[in-house]
Each structure stands twice: as structure tokens, then as C-alpha cells.
């Protein structure tokens, strides 16, 4: 498995912005399929982009044009930037990869695709 250690949570008002960093200890970013996750209270944890071992994206329909995915494949971290958030995108953000595969595919927003994981870091966004 891929280890990895999420950081750059935090607080923010609404309309700022944030970068989360995901290193991976274990194995390069690329080619991996990566993405982000986000789990708010109460609801299921939902897919909020994806990257393949090419560097296609496929972004959720709430995040697209705010959010960007980005990868240092020199020092083996994944980024996400997030501008212009929003209260509702407040929620606990996960680092996953699907290591071992080179495509996300079109199942990358379902959780099981994937298989490692990082420990989750708090986004609160205030109103």
C-alpha cells in the first residue's frame, strides 16, 4: 500500500482559500490513479477530483472551477488548491490513492476503488 500524510487543513472564511498536501511515503504520486475525498457529518464521503497517471482530472460538478489538483511527482505529493470556498464544501478531506492502477477509471468517485488512504484533515469554512 501506499502510505499517506495529509496536512493544510484548517479554518477559513468563506470565500478564502486553502492548500492540502498529501506525501506519499511510499511509491511516486504518478502514474497511481490519486484523488480527493471529502466527508462531511452526516453524509457519505463523496469524491471531489481524481487524477490519472496521464494527469486527466475529473472534478465533482460542486468543486469545478474552484478547486484544482496538482502533483510534485519529485517529491511525491499531491495538492489541492481550493479557492472560493464555501460553507458546505466544510468536511474532513482524504487523500487516496488507487495504487497499483494507472486510470481513476469511471467509478473514481466510489470509495472502495480505492486502496490507501490518508488520514483526513479538517476543512472548516466559516460563513
Known amino acids: 500500500q501506499v502510505q499517506l500524510v495529509e496536512s493544510g487543513g484548517g479554518s477559513v472564511q468563506s470565500g478564502g482559500s486553502l492548500r492540502l498536501s498529501c506525501a506519499a511515503s511510499?511509491?511516486?504520486?504518478?502514474?497511481?490513479?490519486m484523488g480527493w475525498f471529502r466527508q462531511a457529518p452526516g453524509k457519505e464521503r463523496e469524491g471531489v477530483v481524481a487524477i490519472d497517471g496521464d494527469g486527466t482530472t475529473t472534478y465533482a460538478d460542486s468543486v469545478q472551477g474552484r478547486f484544482t489538483i496538482s502533483q510534485d511527482n519529485a517529491r511525491n505529493t499531491l495538492y489541492l488548491q481550493m479557492n472560493s470556498l464555501k460553507p458546505e464544501d466544510t468536511a474532513m478531506y482524504y487523500c487516496?490513492?488507487?495504487?497499483?492502477?494507472?486510470?481513476?477509471?469511471?467509478?473514481?468517485?466510489?470509495?472502495?476503488?480505492?486502496?490507501?488512504w490518508g488520514q483526513g484533515t479538517q476543512v472548516t469554512v466559516s460563513s
Open positions: 511510499r511509491y511516486t504520486v504518478s502514474p497511481y490513479c
Open positions: 487516496a490513492a488507487r495504487a497499483g492502477y494507472w486510470r481513476c477509471g469511471g467509478s473514481w468517485k466510489f470509495p472502495d476503488q480505492y486502496n490507501s
